[in-house]
């Protein structure tokens, strides 16, 4: 069965310092992996997706499939990065999954 | 253009009766999934609809349905409520899953 995990339920990090969110995921087959935000009082919106290749907001994330994982980056962190942020698995005819959630603060 | 929209915002229903949730999504997706997120158990999948079939289907008893209409909107049906269905429901629509969801604000539903 597939699995994501955010090993962190909780990172708190100095403005100004680098961010790495980590995702582990379990899955036979090709994935597609996102990362989702969701800042207070906030819908969840989608922040990457790993086809894309693109850096959103100063964010990266790369997939290796190699260690199975999809890490989110950020090389200096802004107070409004603070939010929760989702690792999610999706592709084929398995039921997309999300992990726990990782809650990201950034202190000034 | 306007995002995902879930009706109602909140509801508050008695055990064992039923409950009806509704979601418009964004115009043109065509899919629309729906997610139940609880502090214990995280966002778990229900079931997903792409053009009025049910593509995709969690690990939900058959008390959870839903269905999906000629113009995506979709709605969801929760029979015979149990206290643990109290739960935020998500709604996500896309144009393909591989794009991404798009979620509404949730139906935050209590069951007592």
């Known amino acids: 069965a597939q699995r994501v995990t955010q090993p962190e339920k909780l990172l708190s990090v100095f403005k100004g310092a680098p961010v790495e969110l980590k995702c582990n995921y379990s899955?036979?087959?090709?994935?597609?992996l996102f990362w989702y935000v969701q800042y207070s009082r906030q819908r969840l919106q989608l922040l990457l997706r790993?086809?894309s290749r693109e850096s959103i907001k100063g964010f990266t994330a790369d997939l290796n499939k190699g260690e199975t994982s999809f890490h989110l980056k950020k090389p200096f962190a802004q107070e409004e990065d603070s939010a929760m942020y989702y690792c999610a698995l999706s592709g084929g005819s398995y039921i997309p999954t999300f992990g726990r959630g990782t809650s990201l603060i950034v202190h000034p | 253009k306007a995002g995902v929209t879930q009706t109602p915002r909140y509801l508050i229903k008695t055990r064992g009766q039923q409950v009806t949730l509704s979601c418009s999504p964004i115009?043109?997706?065509?899919?629309v999934s729906w997610y139940q997120q609880t502090p214990g158990q995280g966002l778990q999948f229900l079931f997903e609809?792409?053009?009025?079939?049910?593509?995709n289907k969690g690990n939900f008893p058959g008390r959870f349905s839903g269905r999906q209409f000629s113009n995506s909107r979709s709605e969801m049906n929760v029979s015979t409520l149990e206290l643990g269905d109290s739960a935020l429901y998500l709604c996500?629509?896309?144009?393909?899953?591989?794009?991404?969801?798009?979620f509404g604000s949730g139906t935050r539903l209590t069951v007592v």
């Open positions: 115009s043109g997706h065509r899919s």
């Open positions: 996500a629509s896309s144009p393909e899953s591989l794009y991404g969801y798009t």
């Open positions: 899955y036979s087959g090709s994935p597609e």
């Open positions: 790993h086809i």
């Open positions: 609809y792409f053009s009025e079939t049910q593509r």
